[in-house]
C-alpha cells in the first residue's frame, strides 16, 4: 500500500507540472490554432532565472514573481518577432517558426545561465512529510495547487473578462472578432503572454523538485503536449486531467515495469489516442478553420 501510494505522490507532482504546460499550449492553441513547441522553454527561463536570482541573494519570494514577468516579457517579444509578421504564413510555418524559436531559446538560455544542473530549496523546506508510509515533499503540495489554481484563473478569466472573451472571440473567427471592435492583435499578445506566464510559473514552482537545465524544454515539452493530446486539443480541462493522467502513467511504469520505459509511456499515449481517441477524452471535434 505504501509503495503504492508512493507511486501516486510522484505521478500526481509530475502531472501537475505537465497540466501546467499543458494549459500553456492550450492558451496559445485556443487563440490562434498554432501548437507553441517552444512552450517548454518557458518552463526553463522561469526555474532557471529564479535559481539564478536565489544564487545572488535574491529572497524566493523577490525571485519568483520577477522569474514569470521575465518569461512573460520573453513570450510577448516571441510573438511580436517571430509570429506576428508571419500571421498569414500556413498553419505548417507557424508551427515550424515555433520549434525554431524553441531551438533559439535554448541556446540563449545557455548563453545567459551556464549549462549547469539547477535547484533551489523548495518554498516550505525540504524536510518530507509522512503519509501512511509514504513520503511527500512540501514543495508537491506548491506544484499541485498552483496548476490547479492556474487552471481555476484561466477558467474565470477566459469567461468571466472581456479580455478574456476577447481571446475567444478571435479564436472562433477573426474576421468577426475585428467587426465587432475586438483587437485581435491585442487579443493575441495577450494569449502568448499569458501562455509563458504560465510556463514560468511551472518552473518557478517545478525546479526544487524536478531540477532544471538549459535542455530540460524539449522533453517537457512532448509530455506537456502529450497532456494535451490526451485531453483534447483546446480543452483546459483536458489539459489539466491529462497531464494528471500523464505523469500517473509514468510514475506506474516506473514503478512496476521499469524507469527505461518511463519517458516512452507518453508517446505511447499519443499514439493510442491518434489511433483510437483523436478528439482526447474532452476535446470537440476538430474542424478546418477559414
Known amino acids: 500500500m505504501a509503495e503504492l501510494l508512493q507511486f501516486l505522490f510522484s505521478g500526481v507532482t509530475v ?83 515555433t520549434i525554431g524559436a524553441s531551438i533559439f531559446l535554448r541556446g540563449a538560455v545557455q548563453f545567459v545561465f551556464d549549462k549547469q544542473i539547477h535547484r533551489y530549496p523548495g518554498f516550505s523546506g525540504d524536510e518530507a512529510l509522512q ?24 477558467a474565470w478569466f477566459f469567461g468571466g473578462t472581456r479580455a478574456g472573451r476577447g481571446v475567444r472571440a478571435t479564436a472562433s473567427n477573426r474576421l468577426a472578432a475585428k467587426l465587432v471592435g475586438v483587437n485581435t492583435s491585442r487579443a493575441m499578445n495577450l494569449s502568448f503572454a499569458l501562455s509563458a506566464a504560465v510556463g514560468a510559473l511551472a518552473g518557478v514552482i517545478a525546479t526544487p523538485v524536478t531540477f532544471t537545465s538549459y535542455d530540460a524544454g524539449v522533453l517537457i515539452a512532448l509530455k506537456g503536449f502529450s497532456a494535451t493530446m490526451l485531453g483534447g486539443v483546446g480543452s483546459p480541462l ?36 491518434l489511433f483510437f481517441m483523436p478528439q482526447g477524452l474532452f476535446g470537440r471535434r476538430i474542424t478546418e478553420r477559414v
Open 15 to 97: 502531472g501537475a507540472i505537465y497540466a501546467a504546460v499543458a494549459l500553456g499550449f492550450t492558451i496559445i492553441y485556443n487563440a490562434s490554432g498554432v501548437v507553441n513547441f517552444a512552450q517548454g522553454e518557458f518552463v526553463v527561463i522561469g526555474g532557471m532565472t529564479t535559481a539564478a536570482l536565489i544564487a545572488a541573494g535574491v529572497p524566493v519570494f523577490i525571485a519568483a514573481p520577477v522569474a514569470v514577468l521575465v518569461g512573460t516579457l520573453v513570450g510577448v517579444l516571441l510573438y511580436k518577432v517571430a509570429i506576428e509578421p508571419a500571421r498569414q504564413a500556413p498553419l505548417v510555418s507557424l508551427i515550424i517558426i
Open 131 to 154: 503519509v501512511l508510509g509514504a513520503t511527500l515533499l512540501p514543495q508537491s503540495l506548491w506544484i499541485v495547487g498552483g496548476s490547479v489554481l492556474v487552471f481555476l484563473v484561466l
Open 238 to 273: 483536458g489539459a489539466l486531467v491529462g497531464g494528471f493522467a500523464i505523469g500517473l502513467i509514468e510514475a506506474l511504469t516506473a514503478g512496476y515495469i521499469s524507469s527505461d520505459y518511463k519517458d516512452a509511456a507518453a508517446f505511447i499515449v499519443i499514439l493510442a489516442v
